[in-house]
């Protein structure tokens, strides 16, 4: 009976599956990180580059965090993350081009120092928005249960996507005739989770709207006798767009342009002086 319980609370209102699957969905993107040293060894960095873009990330990440906390208060969890995840869905296109394109590995790690520099404030805004978009919208009461059941079916769709990334790529790999240019290809798989991830960031960004938003969401619940679940003190939201959020966006959206072009300007230049 707790048993049952358990899942008619858990799973009992639209807006908790679409948390539960943008989560999901963003740990199942991180199930080809592994194949990350091979792809940036076929791009020609070596190990200490590899190192160096590594460090430097940590360290613009860390004086970016410094900065996020105030702005996931201010605007809410759920609004900046959907701007965020939408935003990283339309530009991830842009990892396309080291398909057809092949540049000196010193070219291409100044453009993974520039292309990261500019979207860390994004990806660490992103980050810290996990811990209170669940507080803000899940019940109190009901808190450890959710996580609870928020784990569970990342950890279901973590196995699933390591098992499948990993056939996808042996299957890339035999294409390619077993060649390591099959690493270029596994931007493909996060790139995909990362657009269901935008969907359904925007379902729930909805359906909270639709729950009353800033002013008037209450987490819904069921099992009560209102079918909500009061809240006795309210954080206080901007429901305006975030400005530093979307400056730092755009930086993001212009930064991939401005790699695209780069990398047209190199190929124009190779082949005149070809």
């Given at each position: ?5 358990f899942f ?16 999901t969905l ?96 994004g990806t ?151």
């Amino acid at each position: 009976a707790d048993l049952v319980g358990f899942f008619r609370q858990s799973f009992s209102a639209r807006i908790y599956w679409y948390i539960f699957m943008t989560t999901t969905l963003g740990f199942m993107a991180g199930a080809t990180g592994m194949y990350n040293v091979f792809f940036n060894e076929q791009m020609g960095l070596t190990l200490k580059q590899m190192g160096t873009l590594g460090a430097v990330g940590g360290i613009a990440a860390l004086a970016a965090t410094y900065f996020t906390a105030v702005f996931v208060d201010r605007w809410h969890p759920l609004r900046i993350a959907t701007y965020i995840a939408i935003f990283t869905a339309v530009t991830g296109f842009g990892s396309w081009i080291w398909i057809f394109v092949t540049l000196p590995g010193d070219v291409f790690f100044w453009l993974a120092m520039g292309g990261g520099l500019v979207g860390v404030f994004g990806t660490v805004l992103m980050g810290a928005t996990t811990f209170p978009l669940c507080m803000r919208l899940f019940p109190k009461s009901l808190y450890g249960q959710f996580s609870a059941a928020q784990a569970m079916v990342r950890s279901l769709g973590t196995m699933v996507a390591g098992l499948t990334a990993g056939i996808l790529m042996d299957l890339v790999m035999k294409a390619c005739d077993g060649s390591d240019f099959a690493y270029r290809f596994i931007f493909i798989w996060p790139w995909i989770c990362k657009c269901g991830m935008a969907v359904f960031f925007y379902l729930a960004y909805r359906e909270w709207r639709r729950l009353g938003a800033d002013d008037g969401y209450q987490p819904p619940a069921p099992w009560l006798t209102g079918g909500v679940e009061e809240i006795v003190e309210k954080v206080p939201s901007v429901p305006a767009r975030p400005r530093a959020v979307m400056v730092a966006l755009w930086l993001g959206f212009w930064g991939a342009a401005l790699s695209v072009l780069l990398v047209v300007g190199f190929i124009l230049m190779m082949r005149h002086r070809g």
